[in-house]
């Protein structure tokens, strides 16, 4: 059974950073796009960034670009978003989500909290 383990959220204030982490227990993202979403409250879940394969094409919503860097480890297991400049309106549950290529199957973790508050 795939498994995917998010870490790394937390309570930061505005301008400050966060690496959030996302664990796979049964592939590497060689095979996969990796994605990360958000959910604040009252809102409905949103793209963030994606990367496919594991170090190729990159994606980012217009509202990270720049500030949010989407990355896989060396042996490809781990999927990384690193958060600069983080703002309120970061605030939100983060999801990872792998897809795996040339199927439909995709798997999602379980989500971590995000909290920018001065």
């Known amino acids: 059974q795939v498994h995917l383990v998010e870490s790394g959220g937390g309570l930061v204030q505005p301008g400050g950073s966060l690496r959030l982490s996302c664990a796979a227990s049964?592939?590497?993202?060689?095979?996969?796009?990796g994605k990360w979403y958000r959910q604040a409250p009252g809102k409905e879940r949103e793209f963030v960034a994606g990367?496919?394969?594991?170090?190729?094409?990159?994606m980012y919503a217009d509202t990270v670009k720049g500030r949010f860097t989407i990355s896989t480890d060396n042996v490809r297991k781990t999927l990384y978003l690193q958060m600069n400049s983080l703002q309120v309106e970061d605030t939100a549950v983060y999801y990872c989500?792998?897809?795996?290529?040339?199927?439909?199957?995709?798997?999602w973790g379980q989500g971590t909290q995000v909290t920018v508050s001065s």
């Open positions: 049964e592939f590497t993202f060689n095979y996969y796009v």
């Open positions: 989500k792998a897809e795996a290529v040339g199927t439909n199957n995709e798997y």
């Open positions: 990367v496919v394969r594991g170090g190729g094409r990159t």
